[in-house]
T-cell receptor
Framework: KQEVTQIPAALSVPEGENLVLNCSFT??????LQWFRQDPGKGLTSLLL?????REQTSGRLNASLDKSSGRSTLYIAASQPGDSATYLC??????????FGTGTRLTVIP | DAGVIQSPRHEVTEMGQEVTLRCKPI?????LFWYRQTMMRGLELLIY????????DSGMPEDRFSAKMPNASFSTLKIQPSEPRDSAVYFC???????????FGSGTRLTVV
């Protein structure tokens, strides 16, 4: 069974710092990987989707990379802002109509 | 597009009562998913539909849970009778196909007392 791990579980950084969130998965047979953010008491907002044939995707200050063979993905956030504070979840799609979610990284950006 | 719409946002009910959660997927998306999120277990897939047909309900915890999708724009998740351990946030998500990603609704926070 696919297992998805996110490290660290929590991260606190000062505003303006660049940071990296990590996601690892045990089965490299995936179609894509999706990064979400979840604000407290809210739903999941999709940030980036990387298809298995791609190595990275960028949106604004966010850059996600995928190394399928090693079962790893990173989410890079540049020039962090207090509004980036949220829980970040990665999810892998094995193409079986289910997403396997990591446990998330809770990010706090300190003004 | 208004995204995936769920109702109600919050539901508080007494143990033993029937609860119905509702979802309207994004127009044109042919797959719909119901997830449950708890602190202990994270996000769990309960059931998914493809073209309004239930494909995999192996995640439905018990016979007390049932889901329907009578048409492409509406789905319900029903719990009857509800129990305190059903308290969780229930999310509906839809997808337009492989490699098109999932879009989640805002969720229904269910509390069973």
């Amino acid at each position: 069974k696919q297992e998805v791990t996110q490290i660290p579980a929590a991260l606190s950084v000062p505003e303006g710092e660049n940071l990296v969130l990590n996601c690892s998965f045990t089965d490299s047979a995936i179609y894509n990987l999706q990064w979400f953010r979840q604000d407290p008491g809210k739903g999941l907002t999709s940030l980036l989707l990387i298809q298995s044939s791609q190595r990275e995707q960028t949106s604004g200050r966010l850059n996600a990379s995928l190394d399928k063979s090693s079962g790893r993905s990173t989410l890079y956030i540049a020039a962090s802002q207090p509004g980036d504070s949220a829980t970040y979840l990665c999810a892998v799609d094995p193409g079986a109509n289910n997403l396997f979610f990591g446990t998330g990284t809770r990010l706090t950006v300190i003004p | 597009d208004a995204g995936v719409i769920q109702s109600p946002r919050h539901e508080v009910t007494e143990m033993g009562q029937e609860v119905t959660l509702r979802c309207k997927p994004i127009s044109g998306h042919n797959s719909l998913f119901w997830y449950r999120q708890t602190m202990m277990r994270g996000l769990e897939l309960l059931i998914y539909f493809n073209n309004n047909v239930p494909i995999d309900d192996s995640g439905m915890p018990e016979d007390r849970f049932s889901a329907k999708m009578p048409n492409a724009s509406f789905s319900t998740l029903k719990i009857q009778p509800s129990e305190p351990r059903d308290s969780a946030v229930y999310f509906c998500a839809s997808s337009g196909g492989l490699n098109r990603g999932y879009t989640f609704g805002s969720g229904t926070r269910l509390t069973v007392v």
